[in-house]
């Protein structure tokens, strides 16, 4: 087991470096298109961040484990919006919150946020409903590439002299590290389960969630400590967007599946809408994120932890 355990901690550490590499050539890839800040920030982070989670995914559908996939999303969504927000804002001091996400992005990222845990309440996913997940992921990327191009400013940062075709090579290269190290990691975690006879989802939604959520800590915590409280927030929201839609689309796509253990889901889906209607509150009550309100999301992910203990005793 500790062979496992080591192994699991191994490929989550070079599935964490491999996506933060990601990320560096998808916005130097970016700089060279001229794609605008804004877009950078709430589409190519946001998607770039969720790749752990889509890799995970696919890989888990494909060994038939998608409540590996199930756990880990609902897990990342989690500790996104709590644990990682909340510590990104605390290092800051506080996280500045635009005009926009507190007028729009936060209301479109409740509403698809809820919607895979409405299509779970017969225990099931289905390809039908996996491919309705995927046209939302469509829309709301439509949304903000289209409609909200008066936020766009050209981004200049990042500047690389590498060629365009460099930068191409150099990503293919980091992408086939993640999904090598993302198979590690699934097979790894599906002997742990056995071996310590917890069900594939709780293990998805807390082992699997908080080693893909590494990237989201990574990006948060330095776009905060540079005072980029857009890059926070657009990495934070758009990332549950693309975890709740993208990734479960896909998953159910390829394995249509039925919830092993309805109880943990249920604790963590009361859990999630919970953040989300806390998150909710303090973006539409003022413009920032304060310290203390970092706190109480913080706390709030402790909490989620001892009530899931408490729940399965």
Not at 22 to 46: H, N, P, W
Not at 158 to 179: I, M
Not at 189 to 194: C, N, Q
Not at 243 to 258: D, E, H, K, Y
């Amino acid at each position: 087991m500790l062979t496992y355990l080591l192994v699991l901690i191994a490929a989550a550490l070079v599935l964490a470096r491999s996506s933060v590499f990601l990320i560096d050539k998808l916005t130097a890839i970016a700089v060279k298109l001229r794609v605008s800040e804004y877009l950078v920030g709430f589409v190519i982070m946001a998607v770039a961040t969720s790749i752990p989670e889509l890799i995970v995914g696919i890989l888990a559908a494909l060994e038939n484990d998608p409540n590996l996939s199930l756990g880990n999303v609902i897990g990342s969504n989690i500790a996104n919006m709590s644990l990682i927000l909340g510590l990104a804002a605390l290092i800051a001091g506080g996280i500045r919150v635009q005009i926009q996400v507190r007028n729009r992005e936060m209301i479109f990222t409740d509403l698809i946020g809820v919607a895979p845990l409405v299509m779970l309440l017969d225990q099931r996913l289905s390809r039908t409903e996996g491919i309705v997940l995927l046209a939302f992921f469509f829309l709301y990327m439509y949304n903000l590439i289209f409609q909200s191009r008066e936020y766009h400013k050209v981004t200049t940062d990042h500047r690389t002299e590498r060629p365009l075709w460099r930068e191409l090579a150099l990503f293919g290269a980091g992408l086939a590290v993640l999904v090598a190290s993302a198979q590690v990691m699934v097979s790894a975690s599906e002997k742990l389960a056995l071996l310590l006879g917890i069900p594939m989802i709780l293990f998805g939604i807390f082992a699997v969630a908080l080693s893909t959520s590494l990237p989201e800590l990574t990006t948060s915590i330095s776009a905060a400590i540079r005072r980029q409280s857009g890059f926070v927030m657009g990495n934070i929201l758009g990332s549950t967007v693309a975890n709740s839609t993208l990734v479960l689309g896909i998953t159910a796509i390829i394995q249509p599946f039925t919830v092993e253990n309805p109880t943990i889901l249920t604790v963590s889906a009361v859990m999630l809408v919970l953040t989300l209607l806390v998150l909710t509150f303090f973006v539409r009550t003022g413009y920032r994120i304060t310290r203390i309100e970092s706190l109480v999301l913080i706390l709030g992910y402790v909490v989620y932890l001892a009530a899931t203990e408490l729940f399965l005793r």
